[in-house]
């Protein structure tokens, strides 16, 4: 399965463009070093100079006028990184402190040389007790590296709290640590950076839960290891890029009749909730759906004819006056505001004995699919975390969101949307991680949007995966779009329809 295109690398430098699309456990990434060093003969040594003159060029580039750098050293490889860092940067001429955590008798072989390379220059080294205080320069966390997985220790837990606390830029080697680099979650104390240079493989946890505020900025190193390193270990997972989903539109015959392009059926909008049905409609025509019918409690037909007259509406008072809409639709949208109530009840069991066709489910009907879960290839299911755990019937989520992505597709089957900021999707063949986005778009109905534009797309005949892998981009990328415009506060789900319909009509 591919998410995304590549990276052009430039050698050690720090890529300046693009990330790779490729995600990498911690394991993982220990095992393209591996294949690195034992495989293709590059000097283990040699990869940490490169890592340190990685970031070396990144501090000096971002903070030209720092004069001063304090880095922070532990006891593994991220250590030997940060004391070669510390000795290029005194050659450089900045007035370099470094605050030694760990013990430096128990540095590996590597690490060790980087130790005496870092003692040599006129970088000043100090053990760190705790008590230290940096009121200028930048800060370069070298603490823990990509190997961590308990909870941070006191001493470490120290000095990240000293760096946290400091008020100074701070750039992260590798990852910053205490961040998982499997799952994203802070492990205790976690530095907080500015910006984050990785090596060789990114990080899957530095995309999700916790890694965005971790990380900063994310900037990317390839050390000049050969594209053949990365064809002998498979990438855990691949970020979403929205340029190769977007070639991969159909291109709308001139000869063509609304029939063409698919009759999406919204199901729900229980009494008080007509907004979430009226906006997981438009949402679909405004994608290109040929037709699109809403079924909806009585009481919302006319609200939602007047917010779009296009919409073919129906007030249903019962399942048994749904059944003719579900005979027309080709695909169906059950779940947009259906709430919990008996309406609510008979209509969703009238709609899950529908005939099998494509089907995008969300909000309650998530819940109620909890209740008698069954597996379908071709049905998108798009939870956010605490719908999520009600589908893993009370199993943790936002401890391991790739665990918990896997599990569902497992247990359901077909392609499932698990939301939230970094969104996995996970559709049987692999996970893609949703890079885009941003922290306006938590509020209300913007999964309504979201399952509109999915069904919008799956009525235009795109396979299941690639409508779910482009209704989550589109949508995260159109309101990344509108914060840009009118910033993060105040977003609501409806600004991302006419962005989303933009973005769907490339070169417009």
């Known amino acids: 399965m591919t998410c995304g295109g ?53 501090l000096t580039r971002r903070w030209p006028d720092a004069g001063r750098a304090t880095v922070f050293c532990g006891s593994g490889n991220n250590a030997g990184d940060g004391y070669i860092i510390a000795g290029m940067l005194a050659e450089k001429g900045l007035a370099v402190d470094v605050q030694v955590v760990g013990d430096p008798v128990k540095l590996g072989e590597d690490a060790a040389q980087a130790y005496r390379y870092c003692t040599s220059s006129d970088a000043r080294m100090h053990d760190f007790d705790g008590s230290c205080v940096v009121d200028a320069g930048v800060i370069v966390d070298a603490l823990l590296g990509t190997g961590l997985s308990g909870e941070v220790r006191a001493d470490y837990a120290r000095a990240i709290d000293a760096i946290n606390t400091a008020g100074r830029p701070v750039l992260a ?72 989903l977007a070639a991969r539109l159909p291109v709308r015959p001139k000869n063509s009749h609304k029939n063409r392009f698919g009759h999406v059926l919204v199901v729900g909008g229980d009494q008080g909730m007509g907004g979430a049905v009226a906006m997981s409609g438009e949402a679909a025509l405004r994608c290109g759906a040929g037709l699109v019918s809403v079924a909806t409690h009585p009481a919302h037909v006319n609200a939602v004819l007047a917010r779009r007259p296009e919409l073919m509406v129906k007030g249903i008072a019962d399942g048994l006056a749904l059944q003719p809409m579900l005979e027309r639709a080709s695909v169906i949208v059950l779940g947009p505001g259906l709430g919990r109530s008996a309406w609510s009840e008979e209509i969703y069991r009238q709609t899950m004995q529908a005939g099998e066709r494509p089907m995008v489910m969300d909000a309650d009907g998530l819940n109620m699919l909890a209740q008698q879960p069954g597996r379908r290839t071709d049905r998108v299911l798009t939870p956010h975390p605490g719908e999520a755990g009600v589908l893993l019937q009370g199993e943790a989520v936002q401890s ?45 109905g913007m999964g309504d949007v979201l399952s509109g534009v999915i069904g919008g797309l799956l009525a235009q005949g795109l396979p299941v995966s690639l409508a779910t892998r482009t209704g989550v981009a589109v949508h995260a990328l159109a309101g990344d779009r509108c914060a840009a415009r009118s910033g993060q506060r105040g977003l609501v789900a409806t600004d991302l329809i006419a962005e989303i319909r933009k973005l769907l009509n490339p070169g417009i």
């Open 173 to 244: 080697v590798d990852i910053p640590s205490g961040l998982s680099a499997d799952t994203g979650v802070r492990l205790g104390a976690c530095v907080n950076a500015d910006v984050t240079v990785t090596f060789i493989g990114l990080k899957q946890g530095m995309f999700t839960l916790d890694g965005p505020d971790s990380c900063g900025e994310i900037r990317f190193a390839s050390l000049d290891v050969p594209a053949g390193v990365h064809a002998r270990v498979p990438a855990d997972a691949h970020r979403l890029e929205w340029g190769a």
């Open 400 to 444: 391991d969101r790739f665990h918990a992505v896997t599990a569902l597709q497992a247990r359901y089957g077909g392609t499932v949307v698990l939301k939230g900021a970094g969104s996995l999707i996970h559709d049987g063949d692999g996970i893609c991680l949703c890079s885009l986005g941003n922290p306006g778009m938590s509020t209300a």
């Open 6 to 58: 590549r990276v052009n690398r430039k050698g050690s430098d720090v890529e300046d463009t693009i990330l790779p699309a490729s995600l990498y456990s911690a394991a993982s990434v220990r095992a393209l070093d591996k294949v690195a060093i034992e495989e293709f003969g590059i000097a283990s040594l040699a990869l940490m100079r490169r890592a340190a003159d990685a970031c070396t060029r990144e």
